[in-house]
T-cell receptor, first 113, second 115 residues
Framework: NAGVTQTPKFRILKIGQSMTLQCTQD?????MYWYRQDPGMGLKLIYY???????DKGEVPNGYNVSRSTTEDFPLRLELAAPSQTSVYFC????????????FGPGTRLLVL | AQKVTQAQTEISVVEKEDVTLDCVYE???????LFWYKQPPSGELVFLIR??????QNEISGRYSWNFQKSTSSFNFTITASQVVDSAVYFC????????????FGQGTTLQVKP
């Protein structure tokens, strides 16, 4: 099992550009999450999904979009990148049993200049 | 409001000292889960422990121990005989009731263990 994988590891974007952060898990988990971690801060939830075709907003969804067409993949789309989106992005997944532990990917470091 | 507070931003200790990381949470839910994660300098998040709100037993795992007290809404983490490899950022997180499993993280405590 590779667990949760994320690509790319690092990316520099110019203001106004768009990009998709990829997240894939091979554990057949229904639940998937996107968090961002700003310097010196804890993680904040951007979007989450409880299964294919179902997504919902978290605490900080503005400027992002998600889709969930398969159980394995949960891409995060940034439209019109802004410097405030400079952060480390973590994807996580968990089994659908009540409050099972979330397992995190290695993160994507994004710099918007 | 649901919130996790880790009041200690940074802690520095010398190897072999014991150290306690504090975590205070706020929730009106009667059912919830608490977690601790470790983030070493390499950046990944490593799961350490999960505790549900109905289980107030303390837990020990090697040099790690956790003290959960509902009366004070605290879930503190103690490392005994700290080692340099324990140097990391440690996050406490709350998962409120409901099955979405969303995690509310504290700000994190940076632990530096000096040789």
């Amino acid at each position: 099992n590779a667990g949760v994988t994320q690509t790319p590891k690092f990316r520099i974007l110019k203001i106004g550009q768009s990009m998709t952060l990829q997240c894939t898990q091979d554990m057949n988990h229904n639940y998937m999450y996107w968090y961002r971690q700003d310097p010196g801060m804890g993680l904040k939830l951007i979007y989450y999904s409880v299964g294919a075709g179902i997504t919902d907003k978290g605490e900080v969804p503005n400027g992002y979009n998600v889709s969930r067409s398969t159980t394995e993949d949960f891409p995060l789309r940034l439209e019109l990148a802004a410097p405030s989106q400079t952060s480390v992005y973590f994807c996580a997944s968990r089994d659908s049993k009540i409050q099972e532990t979330q397992y995190f990917g290695p993160g994507t470091r994004l710099l918007v200049l | 409001a649901q919130k996790v507070t880790q009041a200690q931003t940074e802690i520095s200790v010398v190897e072999k000292e014991d150290v306690t990381l504090d975590c205070v949470y706020e929730t009106r839910d009667t059912t919830y889960y608490l977690f601790w994660y470790k983030q070493p300098p390499s950046g990944e998040l490593v799961f350490l422990i999960r505790r549900n709100s109905f289980d107030e037993q303390n837990e020990i795992s090697g040099r790690y121990s956790w003290n959960f007290q509902k009366s004070t809404s605290s879930f503190n983490f103690t490392i005994t005989a700290s080692q340099v490899v324990d140097s990391a950022v440690y996050f406490c997180a709350l998962s409120p009731s409901g099955n979405t499993g969303k995690l509310i993280f504290g700000q994190g405590t940076t632990l530096q263990v000096k040789p």
